[in-house]
């Protein structure tokens, strides 16, 4: 697309990256446009995009002032190591697909992703540059390409761009998923012969797993820069959920921990409040209250289906009368019982005191001592009787 020159800025005195754009045909059409698209790229404000301070044109040549970053590209990076960790890898995915989300929110498609154009600060953050220039580049009124000709690199062009149609959003994440992919293997997912061979590659062939070519990473990293490489458009992540994704642990394949809980335990209560409140199908367990005394703990106990719990005495002796019969019934003659036998004691006792009680003054005294005594002996029977009787009409009432 041109060249990259350090400059410096006569006028805020600070130091510029200035890029030279390729083609010499700046007519009044294509420098609109690139006004256009310039002024389009200066709106974006992001960490991880380069800024764009100014732009014009020098020589019949298009020109970029832009935010100038200490460090270098992920190309040098991959030249110098060969592959990355998965560690450093999702870190840079993360703030690049940030970076990517942030344009694409204001509607603007890099069309170029590579990692010449991802660079490395002094601090290691991502900052993303040319955007909005490969778009301008590529339209064909800006007499800078030629009617059928596709601008970006065949390693890392999605497919739907391999087709000629237009690029989107979804074509960023294809090109960042070819850059991961290159990344932690050290080289892309497709690479043949000749650019038009790769192009077929990126249409027709799938990606094969990173684990499968030897890469440690987690199968969820695997599976998901997979989803990155899908050849339909709509099966891609956008730039927003790659972002979040990789800036959780989630590429780490563990799963999330769920919520700590840490069950209280209840306040010792004193046993007042509990007595308090009625509880007619609960009693308190002497037992384990005197056992657990000690803890301030109150346990109760539920009534058990064949528990020897018997109703108090003074309650069961009315029921009893009331209800059965046939012991009123059976208490009758013990108490006539007991009333006859007592009428016979006072009247033995009487009549021996009768008979054997001297008496000058009557010879037959003998013989009508029974005779005397027959009197209350004859109804003493029959006393008991009627007051067994009585007493247990009034117990029946």
Avoid at 126 to 140: E, L, R, S, T
Wanted: glycine letters at 8%; a negative charge.
């Amino acid at each position: 697309m041109g060249e990259v020159w350090r400059a410096a800025d006569e006028v805020l005195g600070r130091a510029v990256a200035v890029k030279l754009l390729l083609g010499d045909h700046a007519d009044e059409s294509a420098t609109a446009r690139f006004r256009l698209e310039a002024q389009t790229a200066a709106r974006l404000s992001h960490p991880h995009l380069v800024a764009v301070f100014d732009f014009g044109a020098w020589e019949d040549r298009f020109y970029l002032v832009m935010e100038l970053v200490e460090g270098r590209s992920l190309g040098d990076l991959l030249a110098a190591e060969e592959r990355l960790g998965a560690e450093q890898v999702a870190r840079i995915a993360g703030q690049a697909a940030a970076g990517l989300a942030a344009a694409h929110r204001q509607g603007i498609v890099h069309r170029d992703i590579k990692p010449g154009n991802l660079m490395l600060d002094a601090e290691g953050s991502v900052k993303i540059g040319d955007f909005g220039i490969a778009q301008f580049v590529d339209d064909p009124s800006a007499a800078l390409t030629t009617t059928g000709q596709i601008v970006g690199t065949s390693l890392y062009l999605a497919p739907e761009r391999a087709l000629g149609r237009t690029a989107g959003a979804a074509s960023d994440m294809y090109s960042l998923g070819c850059v991961i992919y290159q990344l932690l293997l050290g080289e892309p997912p497709f690479r043949s012969d000749t650019a038009t061979a790769t192009l077929y590659q990126h249409v027709d062939t799938p990606p094969v797993p990173l684990r499968q070519r030897g890469v440690d990473l987690s199968s969820a990293f695997d599976s998901y820069l997979l989803g990155l490489l899908a050849k339909q458009p709509e099966d891609r992540p956008s730039a927003q959920q790659v972002a979040d994704w990789f800036q959780s642990d989630a590429w780490r394949g563990q799963p999330e921990p769920m919520p700590m809980y840490a069950p209280t335990a209840p306040p010792a209560a004193p046993s007042v409040p509990y007595a308090s409140v009625p509880a007619p199908t609960f009693s308190p367990s002497p037992t384990s209250a005197s056992a657990q005394e000690a803890e301030g703990v109150t346990t109760y106990r539920l009534p058990q289906a064949g528990g020897r719990r018997r109703r108090p005495a003074d309650r069961s002796a009315p029921v009893r009368r009331r209800t059965g019969t046939r012991e009123a019934i059976r208490r009758r003659p013990r108490v006539a019982s007991a009333i006859a036998g007592t009428v016979a004691f006072l009247a033995a006792v009487y009549l021996g005191m009768s008979l054997f009680s001297p008496d000058p003054g009557s010879a037959d005294t003998p013989g009508t001592g029974p005779a005397a005594s027959t009197g209350p002996e004859s109804p003493a029977p029959e006393q008991p009787a009627q007051y067994s009787e009585d007493d247990g009409d009034d117990e029946q009432d």
